[in-house]
């Protein structure tokens, strides 16, 4: 099953049918460590699903040219799945005339693989330079012919290869999706413009798990971005201890935040994550384990108290002001099942709501890096 498109015909009126739910309603999502330094359990949070009144008076021009991600589960892709997206993205707003969801729906994978075969070696800065790495190719594959997927794979020198069932040190998932097996494939390649990006925000530090760095008017600076070129901001920031990457697709001044739910929480949360680095740190076998473990808790209790402390001298949370944000963590239950793996069963995962909703405290003291991709 492909991903789902929402019809470029659709009205404004169908799609909020179609992605509203009948009173809004959070969605949980679990967010996986993007490597085993960052750790080695998911931490889940929750999602604002938007209803009926989400989009009334809202920014929503882009919202038609929007798909719905699989859920990346424990890829670590999530820069991939919003570069890709917002390509996809782009693909579906310069092709009106593609009726096919199969033809809009581009391969994720492939442009991992651009970045394991070493694409992305001579960027300046990968975090925001990414999209240069598929320039280089110049095309990518649909996702029906490349698909996002599962597999068996084992590590053999620090890479993954793929493995059978029951070979030692198997495993079975996305992270397979790292692997580059598309040389012999025949399958024709969808060609791409070269884009270009522009930033708006990168942090000082070029530290993907810095808070509070943000400018003060990053809101107004995003809102200015998505009008200047109708078009998408790819932002990234620090989703409880782990850096992530998400697509920002439209905004909403009057749209209930719904008490904050993420950054409103986010102190308590960074504390529960420090309690279990200082159990694992109770469990280290080296007082150097232990001690750089102790460090890392400590690092989670100063950036939670550095969030709600800037939070609340900014007043805390505004009943009212979100941006509609596509991400890849947040599976919809009332979504359609995605088929990861077209020789096995079970494995499939419902896909992810195509919009979610984020309170603007959310971009003012998490994000850390913000820009926007667009064709030249």
């Known amino acids: 099953m492909s991903k789902l498109f929402i019809l470029l015909a659709l009205s404004l009126t169908t799609l909020n049918t179609t992605w509203a739910k009948p009173n809004s309603r959070f969605i949980i999502g679990a967010k996986y460590p993007n490597t085993e330094a960052e750790g080695t359990r998911p931490v889940y949070s929750k999602a604002i699903a938007p209803d009926h009144n989400s989009f009334k008076g809202g920014y929503n021009d882009l919202l038609p040219f929007v798909t719905a991600s699989p859920d990346q589960e424990n890829a670590g892709s999530c820069l991939f799945m919003s570069s890709t997206g917002i390509v996809e993205w782009w693909h579906a707003k310069m092709n009106p005339q593609l009726t096919s969801s199969e033809d809009r729906d581009l391969s994720e994978r492939y442009f991992m693989n651009l970045s394991k075969e070493g694409l992305d070696n001579d960027l300046n800065y990968w975090p925001t330079d990414m999209i240069y790495a598929l320039n280089k190719r110049g095309k990518i594959y649909r996702n029906e012919d490349y698909r996002y997927t599962k597999g068996w794979y084992k590590k053999v020198n620090g890479k993954r290869v793929p493995a059978l069932e029951n070979e030692d040190g198997a495993y079975y998932g996305v992270p397979f999706s790292w692997i580059s097996l598309y040389k012999n494939l025949d399958a024709p ?136 944000v596509r991400d890849s963590i947040y599976s919809d239950p009332d979504m359609p099942l995605y088929d990861y793996d077209l020789t096995n069963s079970g494995e499939e995962t419902n896909l992810n709501a195509p919009v979610i909703l984020r309170e603007y405290e959310w971009a003012e003291q998490l994000i850390n890096h913000a820009y926007q991709i667009y064709p030249l």
């Open 189 to 324: 390649m969808v060609k791409l413009p070269k884009f270009e990006r522009e930033i708006i925000f990168k942090d000082p530090a070029e530290n993907r798990w810095n808070v509070t760095t943000a400018p003060k008017d990053i809101v107004s600076k995003i809102k200015r971005m998505i009008k200047k070129r109708n078009a998408p901001v790819l932002a990234i920031y620090n989703h409880v201890g782990f850096w992530h990457a998400t697509m920002i697709v439209g905004f909403n001044d009057h749209a209930s935040t719904e008490g904050c739910p993420f950054v409103g929480t986010y102190d308590e949360r960074m504390n529960k994550r420090a309690d279990e680095i200082v159990e694992e740190a109770n469990l280290a076998q080296t007082q150097a384990q232990k001690k750089k473990l102790l460090r890392k808790a400590k690092n989670f209790r100063r950036r939670g108290k550095q969030v709600e402390d800037s939070y609340q001298a900014n007043g805390g949370c505004s009943s009212k002001g979100v941006f509609y």
